[in-house]
């Protein structure tokens, strides 16, 4: 009788700590700021990258963010929401801990599907100055 309630308050353990592990976002704030979706031209390749763009900086996605831990938890990277993509209200941008949000944003689509985050760069920070927490895809403007 003992085993099993040992075995069950561990269940319990491991369920509340999975839980917890999707608490990492909150929603959009009051006063969202609006992303404009773009487009980015490279040669020679078939087609541009889709950049976010804001008071006249340029966002390119750059990379992803190095889970931590057994559970890979990624969310001790996101900072606060800023706000969303034009048109559609799921596709969020968020603060980079740690990072300047005129240089860093992570993309997350809250969907509940396939939740992978995308961090992007400002086009005008040097890829030497990538956060430790980032690590690069290998995009080709780089």
Request: hydrophobic share 35%; proline share 6%; charged share 25%.
């Amino acid at each position: 009788m003992r085993r099993k309630v040992c075995v069950a308050l561990a269940l319990c353990f491991l369920l509340g700590l999975l839980a917890g592990c999707g608490a990492r976002r909150q929603g959009l704030p009051e006063e969202p700021i609006v992303f404009q979706r773009g487009e980015y031209d490279t040669e020679g390749l078939d087609s541009p990258y889709v950049t976010v763009e804001h008071n006249g900086k340029v966002f390119l996605p750059y990379g992803s963010i190095r889970p931590k831990g057994l559970l890979r938890d990624m969310s001790y990277a996101f900072g606060d929401c800023l706000g969303y993509v034009e048109g559609d209200k799921n596709d969020r941008l968020f603060a980079l801990k740690g990072s300047s949000t005129e240089e860093w944003l992570i993309a997350f689509y809250e969907n509940g599907e396939m939740e992978m985050p995308l961090v992007y760069r400002e086009l005008g920070v040097p890829r030497e100055e990538t956060p430790e927490c980032v690590e690069s895809l290998g995009w080709e403007w780089e």
